[in-house]
């Protein structure tokens, strides 16, 4: 997630949670934006990529800049597998899964990412890679919510963050000087019209035409579904031609464990949903929606004889379950990610 909040208690309870919330975005070609470069602080720093550093040798450094020649791998993700919520570098997913492996791990995570981008960032990134033998997938929250949260006039793709500013950018780009006028003064009363159309010739029949902007409402299932089959079928072929294991895991959650909340849980939980674009996201990614999350990963994966595994599924079976995991309802306190790491490594 990429939302600015004051969630002054929870600063208290854990303090870089005022440094994430004030991390801004880069603008990136082909993949859109990314996590702010060259930043240092005693939370989180990144490259001059975005990418996070990670804890390798008792030392920070760029995940380029390793020099090992052990077998290594990629996390790919979006906040909670960057490590949004962490208290520092050594805390990531990427760096504990270097710490307790014989790999070395890069951390290709970049916060609000959607499964689409997430491919693109990795085949931008290739060239970098040494002896890559691992790609490990850590995903779900931003196809889940994008297509209901974001109004795209897409019908197929799942948006990315700011695709809706975006699009109206681009339909400003090539809009003659008249037009723009004519806009200015007649879009409250005339919404949701295709202006960037619009020439001299047809301003009287694009006025008076409805509504422009189609409501997909009904189709939001059937576009995660498409987009997760894509992705999952250029992960294949990505697999496949590089000849290295793929493993996909759905993100955890914490309303998709159902764990029972500690009291550091609650406060952060309760800070976050004062802000009402969070608290958006929290209604649209509930439990039916993890439900169908879950079956559409399960039945891809199986029909395209990919690993996959919900790292929301066995809470009840892990040992600190009722323990602070959380610091926010979708990113990981550090005693999280050692645990999430753990199930993961079980899983290798």
Request: glycine share 4%; proline share 2%.
């Amino acid at each position: 997630m990429i939302f600015k909040s004051q969630r002054h208690t929870s600063y208290k309870l854990a303090p870089q949670l005022k440094f994430y919330d004030s991390m801004n975005s880069s603008w990136r070609p082909f993949y859109m934006f990314s996590n702010f470069e060259n930043l240092r602080s005693d939370y989180c720093n990144t490259d001059i990529n975005g990418l996070r550093f990670n804890f390798f040798k008792d030392n920070l450094k760029s995940i380029f800049d390793e020099v090992d020649e052990r077998e290594t791998g990629v996390i790919v993700g979006n906040s909670t597998a960057f490590g949004e919520g962490t208290s520092s570098d050594s805390k990531t997913i990427s760096s504990l899964l270097t710490k307790y492996t014989k790999r070395k791990y890069y951390n290709l995570c970049v916060r609000g990412f959607n499964g689409q981008q997430e491919i693109i960032l990795f085949l931008n990134m290739f060239k970098n890679f040494k002896n890559l033998k691992e790609i490990i997938v850590i995903t779900g929250i931003n196809d889940a919510i994008l297509p209901e949260y974001i109004k795209s006039t897409s019908s197929k793709i799942v948006p990315i963050y700011g695709q809706d500013q975006f699009e109206r950018s681009m339909s400003d780009i090539n809009m003659g000087w008249k037009i723009r006028i004519i806009k200015k003064i007649l879009a409250p009363f005339f919404p949701h019209r295709a202006w960037n159309k619009m020439n001299k010739l047809n301003l009287i029949s694009e006025l008076s035409k409805k509504n422009q902007i189609k409501d997909y409402a009904k189709n939001y299932d059937e576009i995660i579904f498409d987009s997760i089959s894509c992705n999952l079928s250029i992960w294949k072929m990505i697999a496949e031609s590089l000849k290295i294991n793929i493993k996909i895991f759905l993100q955890p959650i914490c309303e998709w464990t159902k764990k029972q909340l500690t009291p550091e849980e609650k406060t952060i939980f309760n800070d976050e949903i004062k802000n009402k674009k969070i608290k958006k996201i929290f209604e649209i990614a509930n439990l039916e929606k993890y439900e169908l999350m879950n079956n559409i990963f399960k039945d891809l994966c199986n029909r395209n004889s990919m690993f996959f595994f919900d790292l929301n599924s066995n809470i009840e079976m892990i040992e600190n379950r009722n323990k602070w995991l959380f610091n926010g309802n979708f990113h990981l306190s550090d005693l999280g990610s050692e645990t999430f790491t753990s199930e993961i490594i079980k899983k290798l």
